[in-house]
């Protein structure tokens, strides 16, 4: 039995700006298994917002996949009219977005707020919606359901609005989880509390999560699997142990390397261009890419994943494709 709740081949998005066609992800294939996390970790840019929002058909309206295929639960998501989306976004697969907080309607009880999902999709009878909002307030952790249920957003704490979010993204008992740097704007010891909350609905649920981090301490703590991202590609992939025992790619090395550490007082990742990269190959084969900055040129050149143990890809520039375009 197939056991991938959700499998990206070969996604390739491209985005038309001032008259000229950008590509921002790149034969980005991807597997998520039921009840894993699966971690897709790599800086601002590199296009791990882009690979979700394809997954819920949810692109800018510039962008637009090229070529690939999506597949939920064996269905295929990319040729799936919207009437179809409508019933799987929020109910099957549920996302929290990146800044979402700023999303909270201001004029809205939150409690009200949370049974929007469960009204749209209609799975609660209309009278039970109060009950269960104030059963979801009480999963995410508020000791006093009762009394957050008829509380505005700006009564509320950054890490409990976040709570509110998770409590609206589970609300529908969501197969696949997708959290978009769900605890950025978050203090430390609040960003905890969110990801074990994740974690816990992950297991009790048996759901899936794609948890989209820039942070490697995050990924240590809550994936089973990796993708590190750079450039719109895939450049490493291997389970977390794997990764951290033994990372090839210096892109990976930079990140394991940048984990946030309070003794010495570094606090955020750096920018891939603050790194110089010692290895420039592996085994005599070099890696794609071979130069780290924006210029989409070096990204462009053909590459391909290669094992380099067991379950352990690595993308390396393909000496035999001497064909510019991607293919
Ligand atoms: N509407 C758009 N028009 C043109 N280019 C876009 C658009 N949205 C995103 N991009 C480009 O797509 C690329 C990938 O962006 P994406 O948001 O996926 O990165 P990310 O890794 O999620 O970064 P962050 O962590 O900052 O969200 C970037 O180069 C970005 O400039």
Redesign the pocket.
């Known amino acids: 039995m197939d056991q991938h709740i959700l499998q990206i081949k070969n996604l390739r998005v491209s985005?038309n700006?001032s008259k000229q066609k950008?590509t921002?992800?790149n034969d980005v294939s991807l597997q998520i298994e039921v009840g894993q996390t699966v971690a897709l970790i790599?800086?601002?840019?590199?296009?791990?917002?882009?690979?979700s929002l394809s997954v819920l058909q949810l692109l800018?309206s510039?962008?637009q996949v090229e070529k690939g295929s999506i597949t939920f639960n064996g269905k295929e998501l990319l040729k799936m009219p919207e009437k179809e989306m409508l019933e799987i976004r929020g109910n099957e697969i549920s996302m929290i977005f990146?800044d979402a907080i700023a999303s909270l309607n201001p004029s809205m009880k939150v409690g009200v707020q949370i049974t929007e999902g469960l009204k749209y999709h209609k799975l609660v009878p209309k009278e039970e919606l109060k009950t269960e909002a104030l059963q979801l307030l009480e999963q995410v952790g508020f000791k006093n359901p009762a009394q957050v249920y008829n509380q505005y957003p700006d009564q509320l704490s950054g890490g409990m609005k976040q709570r509110i979010l998770i409590a609206m993204a589970i609300s529908c008992k969501p197969k696949l989880l997708i959290a978009d740097?769900p605890t950025t704007a978050l203090d430390v010891t609040i960003q905890r509390q969110v990801l074990d909350l994740i974690d816990y609905y992950k297991t009790d649920l048996n759901a899936s999560v794609l948890l989209?981090t820039?942070d490697f301490g995050v990924v240590a703590e809550y994936a089973d699997w990796v993708y590190v991202?750079l450039g719109?590609h895939i450049v490493e992939s291997a389970d977390v142990y794997t990764i951290f025992k033994n990372p090839v790619h210096p892109y990976t090395k930079a990140l394991i390397g940048s984990i946030p550490n309070p003794e010495n007082g570094q606090e955020r990742l750096k920018s891939i261009q603050d790194y110089t990269f010692e290895d420039t190959s592996y085994n005599g084969k070099k890696f794609a890419p071979a130069t780290y900055t924006y210029d989409s040129s070096s990204f462009d050149a053909p590459s391909s994943l290669v094992e380099v143990e067991p379950m352990h890809y690595v993308r390396f520039y393909d000496v035999e494709r001497k064909v510019v375009a991607i293919g």
């Open positions: 985005f700006k950008t921002a992800v790599g800086e601002s840019g590199s296009g791990k917002s882009i690979t800018p510039n962008g990146q740097e989209i820039h991202m719109g």
